[in-house]
C-alpha cells in the first residue's frame, strides 16, 4: 500500500491537485483475487477552485499504468454529474473495503449523497447488462476462464440484491451472498479459495450444480427485474456540496 499512495502523492503534485479519495476496485477488493491480481486503484480529486472557471472543457480524468498498478482519477466535478445518473462504478467505489486515502469526513458525506441520489433502476441495468455480457461469451464452453466467471456470478448477485433489498450494493463478494442458500454460499468460498491459489488465465471446468443454479438464478432475474424504483432529483444538492468543498468547507452535511 506504501507504494499506492506515494504514487497518489506524485500524481497530486504532478498535476496540482488534491486527492480527496482513493480506493481498490477490482478483484482485490471484490473478495476473489489471484495471486497475480492487478491493482485497479480509483480516486476523486478536485482543482483549486479558480480552475473550474473556464469556460472551455478541460480533461476530468488522469491515468496512469505502471507495472501492476492500474490508476485512474475521475475530477471532482464529473464524478458528481455521474452520480446524478447514479452512475454504478461510482457508487462502488465508496463501498470498496480496501481505502488507500481519504480526507477527513469526505467518504461518509459522499455516501450520505449516494444514498439521496440512488436509483435502483439505474444500478441493476448496469449489472444487467454485464451479466448478459458475460453470459453470451460463457453459456455454451464447458471451460471458462476462472476471473470471468467470478465476474459473471458477481453481476448475478448484484441483480437478485437489487430485486431483494434495493439498498447500496456491498462491493465485496461475500455481502451479496445472503440472499442465496448456504450450500450455494460455500461453493462460492470454495471457488474463492480456488482463485487465491491460480493465476488470472486460468481455465476452469465447470460445475454443473454451480451453473444450473446460475440458470435458475438468471431465469428468477428476468421475470423480477420491473419495478425498481428510479429518482428524479435536480442538481441542488449536488451543487451545494461541490461548492462547499471547492471553497473549502468543511460542513457537507445533508440536513
Not at 189 to 208: C, F, G, P, Q, S
Request: charged share 25%.
Amino acid at each position: 500500500m506504501d507504494n499506492i499512495r506515494e504514487m497518489l502523492q506524485q500524481i497530486a503534485q504532478q498535476n496540482q491537485i488534491k486527492i480527496l479519495y482513493a480506493c481498490e476496485t477490482g478483484s482485490r477488493a471484490r473478495g476473489f483475487t489471484s495471486p497475480d491480481s492487478d491493482y485497479d486503484v480509483r480516486y476523486i480529486y478536485m482543482h483549486e477552485r479558480d480552475w473550474y472557471l473556464h469556460l472551455g472543457e478541460r480533461k476530468d480524468i488522469l491515468e496512469v499504468m505502471q507495472g501492476d498498478l492500474d490508476v485512474t482519477g475521475w475530477d471532482l466535478r464529473k464524478s458528481l454529474k455521474l452520480l446524478k445518473k447514479s452512475n454504478a462504478a461510482l457508487i462502488e467505489r465508496f463501498q470498496s473495503p480496501m481505502e488507500y486515502y481519504c480526507e477527513p469526513g469526505f467518504r461518509e458525506a459522499f455516501n450520505a449523497l449516494i444514498k439521496v441520489y440512488y436509483s435502483p433502476t439505474a444500478v441493476f441495468y448496469h449489472h444487467y447488462s454485464l451479466m448478459n455480457k458475460f453470459w453470451e461469451d460463457m453459456q455454451d464452453k464447458r471451460e471458462v476462464k476462472l476471473k470471468g466467471y467470478f465476474y459473471m456470478i458477481r453481476s448475478l448477485l448484484s441483480c437478485l440484491w437489487m430485486i431483494k433489498d434495493k439498498s447500496v450494493l456491498p462491493m465485496h463478494i461475500e455481502g451479496l451472498m445472503i440472499f442465496i442458500e448456504k450450500d450455494t454460499q460455500e461453493k462460492l468460498r470454495r471457488l474463492v479459495a480456488l482463485k487465491a491459489t491460480v493465476t488470472e488465465k486460468y481455465m476452469y471446468e465447470k460445475d454443473m450444480g454451480l451453473n444450473n443454479w446460475l440458470l435458475n438464478l438468471r431465469a428468477f432475474i428476468e421475470t423480477s427485474k420491473d419495478n425498481l424504483g428510479v429518482t428524479a432529483l435536480d442538481y441542488t444538492l449536488l451543487n451545494d456540496f461541490f461548492l462547499n468543498t471547492v471553497n473549502g468547507k468543511t460542513n457537507n452535511r445533508l440536513d
